[in-house]
């Protein structure tokens, strides 16, 4: 059941993908509620999909009662592409982009794609030094974070391919449909703000619960603690430059977009190398 319903989810989610491209160049308003009500339903069926396969968990692994399965690989992709759809949906809402999906979308289809093809679903118990309090705060935080940051991404994906029609005197007809460059540039220094503290308390969370867990220390020289480490230096900076230095445009969406590259790096990239979090 549970995969079925994340299969489905996937299914809603590449046609809410396809509605959203052709509110890019047809304005009929059914297209713009057509992605989202076809987001929307994506979303609930994969939080259902995350339902069953917290019930199933418990009844297999009594043990393991109350904590959330964010302990595989599967379990990780399809969590930070369920929050990178929930966010796109309230961020299209609240900051009123109906072409926001074309280019968030990709990133969260590409996730969820690589969790059906290539992860396993199948679901084991808990090490004993996983079974915290922690386990239903950090990964949910980070993957959060994450799914915020791959908003920005596409948002920043946005800003440059306005910024080119500009720039080119012709613009397409397209072109009409994405939000000026002002508010996209807005849109991403808020995302910076809101996501900065949160994904710090994430990482702040993750070294406490490692000194009690593994290493004895707030740090230990893992893979993925340094890559999440460099990855929270980039939006630090990010963050700094926006407000002490007026950093906009352009650049500030090259540095978002690099950002969002460590953390696809950090999340893929060093599971070979990291001793504590290979199974993410």
């Not at 994506?42 to 109350?66: C, D, K, M």
């Not at 070294?207 to 230990?220: D, E, I, K, P, Q």
């Amino acid at each position: 059941m549970e995969l079925f319903l994340f299969q489905l989810s996937l299914a809603f989610c590449v046609l809410a993908l396809a509605a959203n491209f052709v509110y890019l160049f047809d304005r009929r308003p059914f297209f713009e509620r057509a992605w989202v009500y076809l987001l929307g339903a994506g979303t609930l069926l994969h939080w259902v999909s995350f339902l069953v396969r917290i019930y199933n968990f418990w009844q297999a692994f009594p043990e393991s009662r109350f904590y959330l399965p964010i302990n595989s690989y599967f379990a990780g992709l399809t969590m930070l592409a369920l929050m990178t759809n929930a966010l796109c949906l309230i961020f299209a809402w609240r900051y009123r982009i109906g072409v926001l999906g074309v280019f968030v979308l990709p990133v969260s289809l590409l996730t969820q794609t690589n969790a059906w093809l290539w992860a396993d679903p199948a679901m084991t118990a808990l090490a004993a030094d996983l079974r915290s309090v922690w386990m239903n705060l950090h990964p949910l935080i980070l993957m959060a974070s994450y799914g915020a940051l791959a908003n920005s991404f596409g948002v920043a994906a946005a800003f440059l391919i306005q910024e080119g029609q500009i720039r080119s005197r012709k613009p397409k007809e397209f072109a009409w449909q994405i939000p000026a460059l002002e508010v996209l540039d807005r849109l991403n220094s808020h995302l910076t703000v809101m996501v900065l503290p949160v994904f710090t308390i994430g990482l702040i969370m993750g070294s406490f619960w490692a000194r009690h867990a593994w290493t004895g220390a707030l740090w230990g020289w893992d893979a993925k603690v340094i890559g999440a480490a460099v990855t929270w230096a980039i939006y630090a900076i990010l963050f700094f430059w926006r407000r002490f230095f007026r950093l906009r445009g352009r650049s500030a969406a090259y540095l978002q977009m690099f950002g969002f590259a460590s953390v696809v790096l950090t999340f893929l990239g060093v599971n070979m190398f990291s001793r504590w979090h290979g199974y993410l």
